[in-house]
């Protein structure tokens, strides 16, 4: 079965940075495309960034770009690499990936991938 592994994620000041790691086990192809979405209170899970493990194409949301960074450290494995951190990045954190990799090669939005594996989560606490 598939599985996700989500390490990293705890408390920091605001302009700290922390960092989240997600292994997988389990998935049917080589490479994959792994992503982190977030959920704060009250609020909609929103999509943060994804990498296809295979050739290292990532996509990232508005909100983080130029403070966050998702790499692949094996083709199951990527880390989120969040810098510059705010108040309103406070959230769950959840790893997931695509049921289908290769949809992630054209680097298209969130919406149009079917995440269908997903891990526990990891919260994240920014303070101010």
């Known amino acids: 079965a598939q ?14 940075s922390l960092r989240l790691s997600c292994t997988l086990s389990g998935m049917s192809f080589s490479a994959n495309c792994v992503a982190w979405f977030r959920q704060s209170q009250g609020k909609e899970r929103e999509g943060v960034a994804y990498i296809y493990t295979g050739s290292g194409v990532t996509f990232y949301a508005a909100s983080v770009e130029g403070r966050f960074t ?46 269908a594996y997903w891990g526990r989560g990891t919260q994240v606490n920014v303070t101010s």
Do not use: H, W
């Open 70 to 115: 998702i790499s692949r450290e094996d083709l199951n494995t990527a880390s989120l690499e969040m810098n510059s951190l705010k108040p309103e990045d406070t959230a769950m954190y959840y790893c997931a990936a695509a049921r289908y990799p290769s949809f992630c090669i054209g680097g298209q939005d969130f919406g149009s991938i079917d995440f």
């Open 3 to 16: 599985q996700l592994a989500e390490s990293g994620g705890g408390s920091v000041q605001a302009g700290g």
